[in-house]
């Protein structure tokens, strides 16, 4: 330990001991993901082969594209619940241009248009007006969904040209899917922007405490919508990912995804609250909510019943450092 | 001008809804027809007793996302309930579906209240996790009308001075409402726990539990209208009312609750509803495609919200001894 | 002392808040018909007692006693039915509330067994009282039309709604014009002659000498003295609250006054201020003295770019510049310190050395990546020059006491080598040292020819460091004194609105 009451120069940092690295929310994470780990390759001998793997990671990595960007906007204080509403919305633009006649290339270029458009409207809404994201992104929500079902009814788009399968489909090398591919980058790249750029540390101070950072001379309205075209504009690129998984537009594409993004954002340990968390945390989250579908899929649970365990892992992973936190200061009041 | 209007947004919303009724039936006569006005009113009456509901938890600065998934949840075991023993008197069914409503809701308010979760956070949750636990308890099945019994589904359409019986619930509620929120202890504690909690916190008021109040309130509601809506549509099933919420929360905000608490009337939300409700009937009448639905609610969700806080928007503090005798007279005329 | 008994006592309370003892082994005694005027430093822990006297904190040791009987206040509402009521320092009312509901809530007057609310019977007595505290406000006006004088009304007559025995005052005439003042003399007059204990907090001596029978000293949350008024001067107290002479508090240097680095003309608000006119020079302090919301924030956040509303012409160093936000008001020199140190000041979550590289993160990293070895290089200086008392440098903003936040708020600042620094309240709610230290350093910076412009409603720091002192009052600049001419009547008369007329 390092002796602070001596006349020596005071230290950048103090050396910390071994255990306050390892106390952390993301070690928890990583030990639970483990033990799934472990319990899925032990509950069926068909999980531990490579392109079963391989084929569980096509059911999140969607969602997780979207959580990156979600978890800065989190951490910034502000929210998205339109996500899953620029997915539908984008994939219903793209399946229009795919009509016209556009190839593969355009239709990235149709979707992530599309998202940012949307993105940038939610953001000048929340910044230009003061009103707070939860609302605008829940009218948003139901105002761009709503857009698609004008445009489609009920029917479905399912002319995509040839080449546009492999965004959802196809394999960069043996397993690794160009989805799985694209979602490590991204995460190297988020977990740079968060944690290494001048632009994550004013994330961060943001989330903490927005007057300050605004008297700080921190450009506060343009950064949170540089974050919300960010969130919009992979919104739309997630919708490439998932319109050419499944090869067909509805406009009912994605229903409901905002809750698990941001349950995988919530429990990578991001406070719900803004100020705190990190991308690894995102990262392991989002490995361990794919674990737990892919071991529940494997027991034949049915889909509904995960929303339900969505629902209460939500709730629980956000009561857990309440309660712990209540316990703890009263244990403290009580010396 | 703009302002003037928002400031008396009752007036404003009414003649907003005057208008709209009679350029739809300027365009489809039959629509005026009193059967039709009275259908339309009855259609919007579960829609209103919710907004009621949502009205409380908003002033006190929260939000239920859980209601659309609370009534189906509640209509689903009412209606199996009913199904199983078509014994049971109606009257009591309903007592049950309010009682398990307040049981649900008092769930979110537990969180919020005792744990202090964020109530976007809790009522997402529950959203799914009731919605889910539907599909546990029936399977996936639906309850058909063959299955209920004629009480059961005879009730809310039975006509009482000429309006059927839910339309009165809808009344009676929006009365009651109006009467707790002016005279009561009870609905002014929502009024200033949301408007200024520490204020609120000053005078003796315990602000969470008045949260936990407004969530077992609006709970409630959702299990009154579990039994409206699977006995009006005589169907239950896992996606009743599957997006619902978005229009509960859509009628407060045009009504005029402001989302950051403690402002708002009960007559402003009840016209907010109506309006929405004016909206949903005229599309079909006039031909446009139901799918409009959700993005005109969305829309007017966002102009609702802009005009909400174009309203309310501060503008500065009053120090000059001229601002304050400029905005003390409200009958003078005031710059945008 | 008194030969009655004490209507409420306070014996050995303490108070604690997460590395600050806020009230420690206090005692107070309150007679009825007598006004006890509590006196203290800011910090001294006067707010900390009013709350727990009200029941809005619970203390963590000691004894509360309403008539000679041990009493536990858990809550507001336990408070009002022991007799207890207060203006509190902030008003915390509602302000899309009627005036009525501000004095009633959670008080309502009832009628019927439902406990119907009777409007009518509470609107007729908000307008008797508002009549007997001269207050002619509507009971059916909206709170957020009223001015921050009005308000203060309203909290005023919220507390003589109840039927108390004591009534605490918590400094309620900050805010209040001359004519206001006198009138809240009358009422205490009346108050004591109903045979209410009243509990007087100022921070005005003349105030003490007028109104109060007998005084309580706290000093830095400790007890510190008590007795009657007429046996003590105003050097005694004084010297009781700061436990040493006040002659040696100031350090002001002499400082060549150099070319003007700021000049303001015509500045306007529609609300807020008007008419604002001023410059400050290279090595001068200026002050701005008024009443709290008097207008003197709102000018200062204005020049830095945080008002929309504003008009008029800001010239720095000769240059016109255009401030529309407070990164272009640090790009053109000028820096401003806030009053609300932990809101606006500080992000307490974050380390003492990513505060003070924050401003400037884009001068400091090179495209975009941030370098921590500078950001801690940065801090360092800045940090050691103003002898910030911290374990590491990356500690926890919010691990600091208030004094040593004030001075990483200052040191952020520096960084960014500023023309002009806005001091905002420098001093409020900080200990005597870190006090004293700030002082010191305005001393050094007007030294090294920055400009100093410092917002403050402390009498004795204004005379003590200004070399010139400009007085508002409501939204206006209505004298300017220079050292020399500053007496303390002469600046509160000008504040309260004496000499305004």
Not at chain 2, 121 to 127: E, P
Not at chain 3, 290 to 316: D, P, Y
Request: with cysteine; aromatic share 8%; net charge neutral.
């Amino acid at each position: 330990m390092a002796n602070t009451m001596t006349q020596t120069a005071v230290p950048n940092r103090l050396s910390n001991h071994w255990l306050h690295h390892l106390l952390r929310w993301e070690t928890f994470l990583l030990l639970v993901t483990v033990l799934v780990f472990l319990f899925n390759s032990l509950a069926t001998p068909y999980f531990l082969d490579p392109w079963n793997l391989s084929d569980a990671t096509f059911n999140f990595t969607e969602k997780a594209i979207i959580a990156l960007p979600m978890a800065m906007l989190i951490i910034c204080r502000e929210i998205d619940l339109s996500v899953a509403s620029i997915i539908a919305l984008s994939s219903v633009s793209m399946g229009l241009a795919a009509e016209a006649g556009m190839g593969p290339g355009g239709l990235v270029f149709v979707a992530v248009s599309v998202g940012i458009v949307c993105g940038l409207f939610n953001g000048l809404v929340v910044t230009h007006f003061g009103i707070p994201s939860i609302v605008v992104t829940i009218g948003t929500m139901s105002l761009y969904r709503g857009i698609a079902y004008v445009i489609l009814g009920d029917g479905a788009f399912t002319n995509y040209p040839s080449g546009f399968e492999f965004f959802g489909q196809g394999y960069v090398y043996w397993v690794f899917s160009f989805e799985f591919t694209l979602f490590m980058g991204m995460a190297l790249i988020f977990y740079g922007l968060l944690h290494h750029t001048n632009f994550g540390r004013r994330t961060y101070a943001i989330g903490n405490n927005p007057t300050a950072a605004l008297y700080s001379g921190i450009k506060v309205n343009k950064h949170k919508l540089i974050l919300f075209v960010m969130v919009g504009a992979i919104s739309g690129l997630a919708s490439v990912l998932l319109t050419s998984r499944l090869g067909s537009t509805r406009p009912s594409i994605a229903f409901g995804w905002e809750l698990s993004v941001i349950t995988m954002v919530v429990l990578g340990g991001v406070s719900i609250l803004g100020g705190s968390g990190s991308m690894v945390g995102v990262v392991i989250a989002v490995f361990l909510m794919g674990l737990v579908t892919f071991g529940l899929g494997l027991l034949n649970v049915p889909g509904i019943v995960m929303t339900i365990i969505i629902g209460a892992m939500l709730i629980s992973v956000i009561s857990i450092p309440l309660v712990a936190g209540r316990l703890r200061a009263a244990r403290e009041q009580r010396k | 001008m703009m302002s003037a209007l928002l400031k008396h947004r009752e007036r404003f919303l009414a003649l907003v809804i005057l208008a709209l009724i009679l350029v739809v039936g300027a365009i489809t006569p039959s629509f005026l027809s009193p059967n039709s006005l009275v259908s339309a009113f009855n259609d919007t009456s579960i829609l209103m007793i919710l907004a009621m509901g949502q009205m409380l938890v908003i002033l006190t600065r929260c939000i239920d996302l859980s209601v659309a998934a609370n009534l189906a949840l509640t209509g689903m075991v009412v209606g199996m309930i009913n199904a199983a023993y078509p014994g049971v008197p109606v009257p009591l069914l309903i007592l049950f579906a309010m009682a398990m409503g307040a049981c649900l809701g008092a769930i979110n308010g537990f969180f919020v209240w005792v744990v202090g979760v964020p109530a976007i956070v809790v009522t997402l949750g529950t959203m799914s996790i009731y919605r889910g636990t539907i599909f546990l308890l029936s399977d996936g099945a639906w309850v058909n009308a063959h299955q209920m019994s004629a009480g059961f589904i005879s009730l809310p359409r039975t006509v009482v001075l000429g309006m059927p019986v839910m339309s009165w619930i809808g009344i009676i509620v929006v009365a009651a409402f109006y009467f707790a929120t002016r005279h009561l202890r009870l609905g002014r504690d929502f009024f200033t726990s949301g408007g200024n909690p520490t204020a609120a916190f000053y005078t003796g008021v315990s602000v969470g539990k008045v949260q936990f109040k407004a969530f077992v309130v609006s709970g409630m509601l959702a299990g009154l209208c579990g039994y409206l809506w699977v006995s009006r549509y005589a169907v239950a099933y896992v996606d009743v009312a599957n997006g619902f919420e978005l229009q509960v929360i859509a009628a407060c905000v045009i009504g005029g609750i402001s989302i950051m608490g403690g402002v708002g009337t009960v007559l402003g939300c009840a016209l907010g509803a109506l309006f929405l409700g004016v909206i949903n009937n005229a599309l079909p009448v006039l031909g446009v495609s139901p799918f409009w639905q959700m993005a005109i609610s969305g829309a007017v969700i966002i102009i609702a919200v802009i005009a909400n806080s174009t309203a309310e928007r501060s503008k500065g503090r009053i120090i000059l001894r001229r601002a304050v005798s400029k905005r003390a007279t409200p009958s003078q005329h005031q710059e945008a | 002392m008194t030969q009655s008994t004490a209507v409420f006592a306070l014996r050995n309370v303490t108070k604690t808040f997460p590395g600050v003892t806020a009230l420690d082994r206090v005692k107070l005694d309150l007679y009825p018909g007598q006004v006890t005027a509590l006196v203290g430093e800011n910090g001294a822990g006067k707010s900390t007692l009013v709350k727990t006297m009200t029941g809005i904190y619970q203390p963590d040791g000691g004894e509360t006693q309403v008539a000679g009987e041990v009493v536990r206040i858990d809550d507001p509402e336990a408070a009002r039915q022991l007799g207890i009521t207060a203006i509190h320092q902030e008003t915390v009312l509602f302000d899309e509330l009627t005036v009525t509901e501000n004095i009633f809530a959670g008080n309502y007057l009832t009628r019927g067994r439902l406990g119907r609310l009777d409007w009518p019977a509470m609107h007729e007595r908000t307008r008797g009282i508002l009549a007997d505290i001269d207050a002619p406000l509507d009971p059916k006006a909206r709170l957020r039309g009223l001015s921050i004088g009005q308000k203060h009304m309203v909290a005023i007559a919220r507390a003589l709604s109840v039927d108390a025995r004591v009534v605490v005052l918590d400094e309620p005439t900050a805010a209040l014009s001359h004519h206001e003042i006198k009138e809240l003399c009358g009422i205490v007059e009346r108050l004591k002659k109903a045979g209410k204990a009243i509990l007087f907090i100022t921070h005005k001596f003349d105030e003490i000498f007028t109104i109060a029978d007998r005084y309580v000293v706290y000093r830095d949350g400790t007890f510190a003295g008590e007795g009657m008024i007429s046996d003590v001067t105003e050097a005694e107290l004084v010297e009781m609250m700061v436990a040493r002479s006040v002659s040696e508090t100031f350090p002001k240097q002499t400082v060549a006054i150099g070319e003007p680095m700021m000049t303001v003309e015509n500045l306007n608000h529609p609300t807020e201020f008007a008419d604002i006119n001023f410059e400050v020079r290279a090595g001068e302090i200026l002050c701005f003295y008024g009443l709290v919301g008097s207008g003197r924030t709102e000018i200062m956040q204005a020049l830095f770019g945080l008002s929309k509303a504003v008009t008029g012409n800001v010239h720095i160093n000769g240059e016109p510049v255009t401030i529309r936000s407070p990164a272009d008001a640090i790009k053109a020199g000028l820096v401003y310190v806030p009053e609300e140190r932990q809101q606006q000041g500080v992000i307490l979550d974050l380390p003492i050395f990513q505060n003070i590289s924050l401003p400037q993160l884009g001068r400091l990293n090179r495209w975009g990546l941030l370098n921590e070895a500078r950001e801690y290089d940065v801090a360092r200086t800045y940090g050691e020059r103003l002898n910030v008392k911290t374990s590491s440098w990356d500690q926890k903003v919010g691990n600091l006491s208030g004094g040593n936040q004030q001075k990483v708020v200052i040191g952020k600042w520096l960084a960014t080598r500023p023309k002009i620094i806005v001091l905002d309240e420098p001093t409020k709610g900080i200990d005597i040292g870190a006090k004293a230290a700030v002082h010191h350093f305005m001393s050094e910076l007007v030294n090294d020819g920055l400009a100093v412009i410092m917002v403050s409603s402390e009498l004795p720091e204004v005379l003590g460091m200004a070399d010139r002192i400009i007085v508002m009052h409501e939204g206006l600049m209505v004298r300017e004194f220079t050292r020399a001419t500053a007496t303390p009547e002469a600046v509160v008369g000008a504040a309260t609105g004496g000499m305004a007329a």
